[in-house]
């Protein structure tokens, strides 16, 4: 039997530097947020926040609501934006905030819904856009952008004066939603100016308790003037097309107290050179993240593809690095909006090192391009249904490494594993997922965590925890965490070995911790005896061992909740899910109290509305609740049925004949014609350092297979309905018309595209398809470049997505 792996927790640290930092929120406000050297506090409480990145002059502005309640119901507390520049003002003296760059009413729509907003003004903001977001114009106004060039500094103070009228009255003495400002992007190696650029930004009127900045590449930061913010990605489209997997990237999947990343942003600097002293850095301020990879874009010749498990994996394990701020770029995909003057892309025609497509900014995040749920959004926001709950516990935990980690990245042997504790409780996370090179089950696995000590009654036992009873077998791809010693309403749960997801109160006044199982392995429950007087179990076993009673062979489920009598009187219920069901979970308020959701379909709580929306490609969608209403919700133009599900109450909608789903029939194959078969590969040019640059127009006239789309599809379809086209290529564009209305790099994904953005009346799509010619240098994941890619369209299918209305009954 393998030997348990052990690890000592440190005696806590002493408290935090607090007041240190020129930071200050506006006087008055009832929940003051403060930064201390370790982690950062609102209203005196630790504060966890979760940020994701979605850039609303990349999505219509008549969708923006619903999108931020997606984000808002998949655990996102702050909404991240670029203020892109070239976006807003493309042509010298006409600023635009019209339309779908209504940046006043998208700061106004996250206040409305609760949520924090963090403006990212640049000027420079990269985001794969031209010029990094600087107007051409700007540009032939100075050769030293992104310095203190008056030159340079005359028109940012413009742009920055602008943001600021827009932005006025939203601060946070004004009651606003805006919780801190970046500056610039990326910039590592001149603090002065971006000094200049947030003093600048105080003047014109902009304020906030935090002033941020990326901190990536051994950044040099104005001292204690700017929050030092940083990231990670499971993968990367700015390394060369052969240079396999970066280290960079794999390193995120070991557990470490390393914070920087200097792959970020290094095909635009020097990557020989850094900057300043990350230890000087951290001493001073917590692990803030703002750049963790929620997806990834392709560039034309490096089209990475992620998977779920891997966006899932790096979170997870970068809370058990000690992370206190989760920030992930991108949350929600978009498209690129039309230049007047040119397109707004990134690409190798501006001096950049990467061509981007004209249009879709997918980036394959947890939202999509055209609002997609994707299986991203169910991995994170597990994660984050924790950190609603626990994000105040674990945000002043000390993350400890064992006494055995690995020897080096690339060893796939050894368990990677952490704990996050205080001296009392904590957390122990375990990843056994990484991208391209899976790693191996560990079979006979147990622990041995040493607490320093604790005080109280129920406190002095258990300051070793060794779980589980019986070792187990950690799956390959498996990534959780464990409660240790975890208080919930007066029960203590010396370990389970099953993922807290969040709390929830039955309705009868028993409090519910619900928790994830891991798939292999078996929930094991173990329960501090002194603060219990009864425990009943819907199946399993309970075996009392002096202080510790455990509960085994749970099966999980939505019936597996099992029933504790604490011994100051109060009832708290252990629910464990499989982990499939869990992975549906979402909670918020709901009909007059705060529930428990299961469903397939994405959920969103629209307060304002007083309903819940849920988002389904089913006909008849499903969900389940906990606590149940009195009730059951009504739909108009359809039947609610309700049946038992375990300990919640699950609800079928079925439409009515000329009901919300009656006239739009199933999903359908959509007729695909051949207009003009494909030419030859167009030869492969490079652009900056040498690489692949995607094909000139021309070739999209001349040699690109041409097929056309029938798109005349029922009446009635929502907005959410999706084109599927299912097929091969290098490059592929959409057009009705004239009019190129999206575009793709093949990297063997199903290419999406929303059918509610289309041109009204349309009833056609012209695909061109481009094939890709043998021994391109560009990586394609699982192409060798022996044989040409040809340019093919198999089928192509409509998917409907509705939102369903779910009213008070």
Known sequence: MTPAHHLRLPAPAGPPQRGHLPFADAPGVADPIEVTSRWLTRGGRPWFPVSGEFHY????????EEELLKMKAGGVTVVAAYVIWIHHEETEGRIRFDGDRDLRRFAELCARHGLDFVPRIGPWVHAEVRNGGLPDWVLDRTDAPRT????????????????ADRLHGLDRSNGGPIVAIQIENELYDQ???????????QEVGLSAPLWTSTAWGGVQLPPDELLPLYGG????????????????????????????????????????????????LEARFPWATCELGGGMAVAYHRRPRVDPADIGALGLTKIGCGSVWQGYYMFHGGTNPRGDLTSLQESHATGYPNDLPLLTYDFQAPLGEYGQYRPSYDELRLQHLLLSDFGH?????????????PTGQDDRETLRWAVRGDGRSGFLFVNNHQPHEPLPDHPGTSFRVEFPGTEGAAGSAGQVLSMPSSPVTIPQGAYFCWPLRLDIAGLRLDWATAQPVCMVDDGSGRTILVLAATDGITPELALDARTVTTVAVPSGEVTTAGDRILVTGLRPGTGALVEVDTTDGGRVGLLVLDAATARTAYRGHAWGAERLLLSEGGVVFDAHADEVRVHSPAPEPSFA?????????VVAGATVKEGADGVFVRYTVVADEDGPGGCVGADGTLPVVLVRPPGEAPPVTTGVLGRASVPADEYFDAVAAEYDVEVAIPDGLPPGTLLRVHWTGDVARAYVGDRLVADQFYSGRVWEIGLGRLPAGAERVRLRVLPLSAGAAVYVPGWTGE???????????????RAWDLRPG
């Open 233 to 280: 990605y499971t993968e990367t489209f700015w390394t060369e097309a052969d240079g396999g997997w970066p280290d960079t990237c794999r390193k995120h999947f070991f557990f470490t107290h390393q914070r920087d990343d200097e792959g970020i942003g290094a095909d635009l600097r020097p990557t020989t050179v850094r900057g300043g002293d990350p230890s000087a």
């Open 57 to 64: 002059t990349r999505y219509p502005a008549r969708e923006w």
């Open 787 to 801: 044989s040409e890619i040809p340019a093919e369209v198999f089928r192509a299918e409509w998917i409907t997505i």
């Open 148 to 163: 203190d060039d008056p030159a340079y500094l005359a028109p940012v103070r413009t742009w920055y004066t602008a943001i």
């Open 191 to 201: 603090p002065g100016h971006l000094l200049s650029l947030k003093r600048m930004a």
């Open 625 to 633: 609740v906990l606590p149940a209403p009195e009730r059951a919700p």
């Open 393 to 405: 516990l674990i945000a002043p935990m000390d993350s400890a490494l064992p006494e055995r980690q």
